[in-house]
């Protein structure tokens, strides 16, 4: 299983984001899988994401600022970071883009 947490405007795409107040998505986790790969298949456009976090650490961003604030990257392979069983992946919508700041 991968846990997908939704932040800003992404949490539309929670099955009822008001029925819990979550707005976590429970995904099945398939072998060989990428951030990328992951993203296609559970439909999120990418042009509405900001930041990608997995597991409490920065994947890629479209902060520019991000260099000069020396955000911890988990690598330099940002979409195409395999993901394994129990990851958790944060996506940011670009309406949330500077409370990462």
Not at 10 to 19: E, G, V
């Amino acid at each position: 299983m991968i846990e997908v947490h939704l932040y800003g405007q992404l949490r539309s795409h929670a099955a009822d984001p008001r029925a819990s107040g979550e707005s976590i998505l429970r995904l099945e986790y398939h072998a060989g899988e990428t951030i990328g790969s992951l993203l296609q298949r559970a439909g999120f456009p990418r042009e509405e994401i900001c930041h990608i976090f997995l597991n409490g650490q920065l994947v890629t961003t479209q902060n520019t600022m991000a260099p000069w604030l020396r955000y911890q990257e988990a690598g330099d392979l940002g979409l195409d970071t395999r993901l394994h069983r129990g990851d958790r992946l944060g996506l940011f919508a670009k309406d949330m883009g500077l409370l990462v700041v």
